[in-house]
């Protein structure tokens, strides 16, 4: 999967991944064989952070 460069965009892609079809990130990173701390990193430019209780990116508090 390419990843989109803008964190506003991959937020929202990821998100809606998680929400509806992978129980947590690891999952969606492995399944799309895509680089789980290269979306922690990007989202993260943006003041998100992945709660894996929610599996979710939420803003940082």
Do not use: G, H, W
Request: with cysteine.
């Amino acid at each position: 999967m390419n990843l989109p460069k803008d964190p506003f965009m991959l937020l929202s892609i990821v998100n809606m991944q998680l929400r509806d079809f992978y129980p947590n990130l690891d999952e969606f990173c492995a399944d799309k064989d895509v680089d789980k701390q290269e979306i922690i990193d990007i989202i993260a430019k943006v003041k998100y952070e992945y709660n894996e209780e929610l599996n979710q990116f939420k803003p940082v508090v």
